[in-house]
């Protein structure tokens, strides 16, 4: 069966050396380049499929780049405070339900919840991690599976909202900086994974919970 690669990263799809890799320098999470242009990406698509006229390992670069900057941040009203009662975090995320209905629709779960928790599952994730926060063990803490999964669930679950509340595709970690550096939840996260962090876990398990520059 004749496979083709494709990669964003360089180093990796030179080192795995696979029979036809086509290294395209684009945003990881993006390999076709560029969200709702299907013309772009019938482009990429088509210049990786004309590396199957070789009959030898082959290795080319994609001859248009794009870069993320990492300047640009959604501008996303966030829902007003609800219930007073709830946690302000816990409040912001019910918040967004209808959004990210919206959003689910339209796309599909592309980077929703469901790998580890689901939609419904979100306010009883950030209340864990609340807790975890605070100083209490993880493992005590009730997170309903491993911190950095259920963090990523947690991210989808906002960037999926966020793209019905943009009026324009984002740039590719444009979603993740507004989520992290602008929401209640993004706060919670980055404080419980420092509180495990502090408490010296295991890397793996906390690490991740954020992306690594972070």
Known sequence: ???????????QIKNTAP???LWCDFPLGRPLG??????????????AFSLLDSKQTVFKEYDIAIKDEGTEVMACTLPPRHDPEAHPAVDEANGLRPAYERALAKYGNRIGAGRTISSDQIGEAIESFIRVAKGTPWKEA???????????DIRGYYETAALALSDHAPAAWAGTRWFLDHTEAGKVVLSARQAMADAGEK????????????
């Open 1 to 11: 069966m004749a496979t083709i690669a494709l990669g964003s990263v360089k180093n």
């Open 19 to 21: 029979p036809r890799g």
């Open 34 to 47: 560029v969200p709702q242009n299907a013309e772009f990406q019938h482009q990429v698509l088509a210049a």
């Open 142 to 152: 009730g997170v309903p599976g491993i911190p950095a999964r259920v963090s990523q």
């Open 203 to 214: 890397q793996p398990i906390w690490f991740y919970m954020v992306p690594g520059d972070r």
